[in-house]
């Protein structure tokens, strides 16, 4: 069984940074992919990032490109996702998944664990 924990999330106004974090255990991720999505009120869950352990290769959706950067702590078996620039447009719940796959998925149903979210507001 794979646990998944976010923290990092809170209050931040516009261009500002936060760092989330996602602690995983209960397998070795070394072979797999690691994401992060977000889901704001009354929307669907969507993409954000993913990084493939094995080789450190990432992708991201293009509204977060250039702002957001996924990467990790081997030692830790964590993975991060730096924001700057935030925009109030990225207040949502953050969610970490894991993918039992080495394909940098973007979809929900491509991802097999999931964490429980953390919260994050940028006020205008």
């Known amino acids: 069984q794979v646990q998944l924990v976010e923290s990092g999330g809170g209050l931040v106004q516009a261009g500002g940074s936060l760092r989330l974090s996602c602690a995983a255990s209960?397998?070795?991720?070394?072979?797999?992919?690691m994401g992060w999505f977000r889901q704001a009120p009354w929307k669907e869950r969507e993409f954000v990032a993913a990084?493939?352990?094995?080789?450190?290769?990432?992708r991201y959706a293009d509204s977060v490109a250039g702002r957001f950067t996924i990467s990790r702590d081997i030692a830790k078996n964590t993975v991060y996702l730096q924001m700057n620039d935030l925009k109030p447009e990225d207040t949502a719940v953050y969610y970490c998944?894991?993918?039992?796959?080495?394909?940098?998925?973007?979809?929900?149903?491509?991802?097999?664990?999931w964490g429980q979210g953390t919260q994050v507001t940028v006020s205008s």
């Open positions: 998944a894991s993918a039992l796959s080495v394909v940098l998925g973007i979809t929900r149903a491509e991802y097999d664990y």
């Open positions: 209960g397998r070795t991720f070394s072979n797999y992919v």
């Open positions: 990084f493939r352990w094995s080789d450190s290769n990432t």
